[in-house]
């Protein structure tokens, strides 16, 4: 067992380097990751970028033009909407308040899901428990998940963040079952147990540590649906609440004037595709990297 344990860094490192040669090579990922960065330091430098109070109101100001078209003013970049707020800055504020929606759903979501799937491929007994209680959460939709939560708790963020976790939780049981399945069949493990390392010491330093990447791989990817379901929700009147700015919200809101002033309707969502089509491809890209069957030659 030490004998490997010393040649394993060194037989990780070439690969390790070959794999990110590899990520730096796809122009694709490269320019779906500095989107995504740049998207999200929008969203943190929020309140320093946004030239105007996403929150006041001017009707005389309504439904002004973004800057390239006829009517269009620089000191509303993006326009305004049906109550003369500006776009640009609601924008801004929406994206937070989206990104901060769908991390902390998926990390919920995710560190839930990784526990509970560690726990049932290394304790064979609650194997069938878990696996089942996860098949019932698999059934039911997350829509269905919104709208149960927001009859409990009331429409709002905290309603459409605990369904989007509890939507999330058996899919991660799953992946991460099944590559710690696969660990669990590998001799290090056999070795751990037979010089009496404890269960803690197995879950923590050999079996999660060897199924991270997978998962992680999986959340990069199922960021972007939640990002997507959220909106979506939030379209429907279960997320964020008027006057709050967020993406789907948002787009709800334009759908009364489209035919007036797309603008409202549209740069909203367009965020929210450019948002989940990053989240898509990069995944895709981890994945590819990070999976031996997967990589290109």
């Known amino acids: 067992m030490t004998a490997v344990t010393a040649t394993e860094p060194a037989a990780a490192a070439p690969r390790r380097w070959g794999n990110m040669r590899r990520l730096f090579r796809d122009k694709l990922a490269i320019t779906a990751a500095v989107l995504l960065v740049l998207l999200v330091l929008a969203a943190i430098l929020a309140p320093w970028l946004a030239p105007n109070d996403p929150y006041l109101t001017n009707t005389r100001l309504r439904m002004l033009p973004p800057v390239w078209e006829a009517r269009g003013r620089w000191d509303f970049l993006l326009g305004t909407d049906g109550l003369g707020r500006c776009m640009l ?15 902390i759903a998926t990390v919920i979501g995710g560190s839930i899901g990784l526990l509970l799937g560690l726990f ?44 989007l976790a509890v939507a999330t939780i058996p899919t991660v049981v799953r992946v991460t079952r099944a590559s710690a399945l696969v660990v669990m069949g590998q001799d290090f493990i056999e070795a751990g147990r037979s010089i009496g390392l404890n269960d803690r ?85 981890l994945r590819d990297m990070l999976d031996p069957r997967l990589r290109h030659s």
């Open 89 to 103: 800055s609601r924008l801004l504020y929406g994206l937070r308040a989206t990104l901060m929606m769908g991390v």
């Open 201 to 285: 010491t197995l879950l923590v330093r050999y079996l999660a540590l060897n199924c991270i990447s997978s998962v992680f791989v999986y959340l990069t990817l199922r960021f972007g649906q939640v990002i997507l379901l959220g909106s979506a929700l939030s379209f429907l009147g279960l997320g964020a609440q008027p006057p709050a700015a967020e993406l789907g919200t948002m787009a709800s809101a334009g759908r009364n004037e489209l035919f007036l002033a797309p603008h409202i309707a549209v740069m909203p969502s367009l965020v929210i595709v450019v948002l989940v089509l990053c989240a898509n491809v990069l995944g895709d890209a």
């Open 120 to 163: 049932a491929a290394f304790y064979r007994r609650l194997d069938g428990v878990i696996m089942h209680l996860s098949d019932i959460l698999l059934s039911f939709p997350a829509i269905l998940l919104g709208l149960s939560f927001a009859a409990v708790v009331g429409p709002g963020m905290t309603a459409v963040v605990i369904s």
